[in-house]
Antibody, heavy 121, light 106 residues
Framework: QVTLKESGTGILQPSQALSLTCSFS??????????VSWIRQPSGKGLEWLAD???????GYNPSLKNRLSISKDTSNNQAFLKITSVDTADTATYYC?????????????WGQGVMVTVSS | EIVLTQSPTTMAASPGEKVTLTCRAS?????MHWYQQRSGTSPKLWIY???KLASGVPNRFSGSGSGTSYSLTINSMETEDAATYYC?????????FGGGTKLELK
């Protein structure tokens, strides 16, 4: 059974760094083709893909935030991490981690419950 | 970046009604995926690689399309289908989502 769960700072002030952890089970980030992604959703709005990290340590970032994002993993402990620097109110959102299986076109078949992050002074 | 435009933004359908949601891409993509999101919950993969139903998805749902035009169809609307549906392309970085179609029960 595949599960993912996000955790991290709930409330931050502008200019601080946001650190998020995705703890997962039921699969391994050492399996060929598997990636874990971070996706966010401001309240009442749509979905935005942020970053991927894959089994081979390959990484992908959304160019709109690339300079502020850093994704990493701890394969042994089944965790993936996302750091966003210099947050502002526009980063207020629910942040999801999701598994991307080995497919023809990237998609996400399992999602975490999400963690709500608020940036406010 | 490939921009996905969904239409309509919001619609209401009666039980038993046929529903078609549309997703148009700014450039050609190989496949389209669709997600269902009910209020207060995480998105769920609903249709993948344009026309394949994810596990547990009722067969009243179908997907079709190619190039820059894709659609999700519900053959006969049911109460539980009320949700927001997002299309997503995974053919070209950065991966992008459409703005969503909110489907309500009439």
């Amino acid at each position: 059974q595949v599960t993912l769960k996000e955790s991290g700072t709930g409330i931050l002030q502008p200019s601080q760094a946001l650190s998020l952890t995705c703890s997962f089970s039921g699969f391994s980030l050492s399996t060929t083709g598997i990636c874990v992604s971070w996706i966010r959703q401001p309240s009442g709005k749509g979905l935005e893909w942020l970053a991927d990290i894959c089994w081979d340590d390959g990484k992908g970032y959304n160019p709109s935030l690339k300079n502020r994002l850093s994704i990493s993993k701890d394969t042994s402990n089944n965790q993936a991490f996302l750091k966003i620097t210099s947050v502002d109110t526009a980063d207020t959102a629910t942040y999801y981690c999701a598994r991307s299986p080995f497919t023809i076109a990237a998609m996400w078949d399992y999602w975490g419950q999400g963690v709500m992050v608020t940036v406010s002074s | 970046e490939i921009v996905l435009t969904q239409s309509p933004t919001t619609m209401a359908a009666s039980p038993g009604e046929k529903v078609t949601l549309t997703c148009r891409a700014s450039s050609s993509v190989s496949y389209m995926h669709w997600y269902q999101q009910r209020s207060g919950t995480s998105p769920k993969l609903w249709i993948y690689e344009t026309s394949k139903l994810a596990s547990g998805v009722p067969n009243r749902f179908s997907g079709s399309g190619s190039g820059t035009s894709y659609s999700l169809t519900i053959n006969s609307m049911e109460t539980e289908d009320a949700a927001t549906y997002y299309c997503q392309q995974g053919s070209s970085y950065p991966w992008t989502f459409g703005g969503g179609t909110k489907l309500e029960l009439k």
